[in-house]
């Protein structure tokens, strides 16, 4: 089976710039990918990495660390729309990377 | 181009009616998903097509649900009898192949009162 686990709140200044971590344990890792869902809405893409290493996207940037079940999100120069819960989710090689387990997901509360 | 559709967006229903869901994915993608998300936790996965063959459907709970995907775009969820614990969002995602990425729809809220 799978494990993720990240943090359940977390809450941050308009401007300032948040670490969003995810551990997971798996058997035959095959990919960690970030998604974004605003309250009533449906997750949307952010971020994919396989390999060890950050990957940065504008404000957004992720990191991953394979030896250590690792990744986090970060966030640069936040705004008020970046209140959302940011969801990890692995993926497993057996099935080729075509099915994702999801981790609860963390509230982000930006504050002016 | 045309995100993932889903059809209704909300429903209520009473306990032990029937209810079903539909999902038109992104034009090409061949891989389709149906996810079952509770308040504050993440999607869990119900089904996982292949074009019309449903290749994964371990965590899909077989007594009062089923799904179909009869020509390999179009798909229905359908739950009968519904029950008090199927009250969540119903999502439907399609996979882009050339990147692994999944896109979502924007969800069935379903209401079992």
């Known amino acids: 089976g799978q494990n993720i686990d990240q943090p359940t709140e977390m809450t941050a200044t308009e401007g300032a710039i948040v670490q969003i971590n995810c551990t997971y344990q798996t058997s035959g890792f095959n990919g960690l990918f970030w998604y974004q869902q605003h309250a009533g809405e449906a997750p949307t893409f952010l971020s994919y990495?396989?390999?060890?290493g950050l990957e940065e996207k504008g404000r957004f940037s992720s990191f991953l660390s394979r030896s250590k079940g690792y990744s986090y999100l970060l966030l640069k120069e936040l705004q008020m729309k970046d209140s959302a819960s940011y969801l990890c989710?692995?993926?497993?090689?057996?099935?080729?990377?075509?099915?994702?387990?999801f981790g609860s997901g963390t509230r982000l509360q930006v504050q002016p | 181009e045309a995100g993932v559709v889903q059809s209704p967006r909300y429903k209520i229903i009473e306990k032990k009616q029937p209810v079903a869901f539909w999902c038109n994915p992104i034009s090409g993608h061949n891989t389709l998903y149906w996810y079952r998300q509770n308040l504050g936790q993440g999607p869990e996965l119900l089904i996982r097509y292949e074009n019309e063959e449903a290749v994964d459907d371990s965590q899909l709970p077989k007594d009062r649900f089923s799904a179909e995907r009869l020509k390999g775009v179009d798909s229905t969820l359908k739950i009968q009898p519904a029950e008090l614990g199927d009250s969540a969002v119903y999502l439907c995602?399609?996979?882009?192949?050339?990147?692994?990425?999944?896109?979502f729809g924007p969800g069935t809220r379903l209401t079992v009162l």
């Open positions: 990495n396989v390999l060890d």
């Open positions: 995602a399609s996979r882009d192949s050339s990147t692994d990425t999944q896109y």
């Open positions: 989710a692995v993926s497993q090689s057996k099935t080729g990377r075509r099915a994702l387990t």
